[in-house]
Nanobody
Framework: QVHLVESGGGLVQAGGSLRLACAAS????????MGWFRQAPGKEREFVAF????????RYADSVKGRFTISRDSAKNTVYLQMNNLQPEDTAVYYC????????????????WGQGTQVTVSS
């Protein structure tokens, strides 16, 4: 079982920054990929970014490229999402997720999910 705990959300003005963290407690399963997704009110959950736990490969949604950076600290079993130049359209609940088997930007492929952390960007 993998337990994921997010932290770092909050309220920020447009143009500001936040850093999200997701700590994973790994027991009998190894993690292949860690990803961040978000869900705004009335919208479907969407992919934000992922990082491969094995070789550090990253991928970003077009909407966040150049503004968000995903990174990992393998020793701490923690993945981070540095979010810069935040805009009101980034307002959403952000979820951390773990995929045991491969690399994907499809939420349905992820096996474990955190509880989510709210990010609100005011204009």
């Amino acid at each position: 079982q993998v337990h994921l705990v997010e932290s770092g959300g909050g309220l920020v003005q447009a143009g500001g920054s936040l850093r999200l963290a997701c700590a994973a407690s790994v027991r009998s399963f190894s993690i292949y990929t860690m990803g961040w997704f978000r869900q705004a009110p009335g919208k479907e959950r969407e992919f934000v970014a992922f990082v491969s736990w094995t070789d550090g490969t990253t991928r970003y949604a077009d909407s966040v490229k150049g503004r968000f950076t995903i990174s990992r600290d393998s020793a701490k079993n923690t993945v981070y999402l540095q979010m810069n130049n935040l805009q009101p359209e980034d307002t959403a609940v952000y979820y951390c997720a773990a995929d045991r088997l491969g690399i994907s930007d499809n939420a349905g492929r992820y096996d474990y999910w955190g509880q989510g952390t709210q990010v609100t960007v005011s204009s």
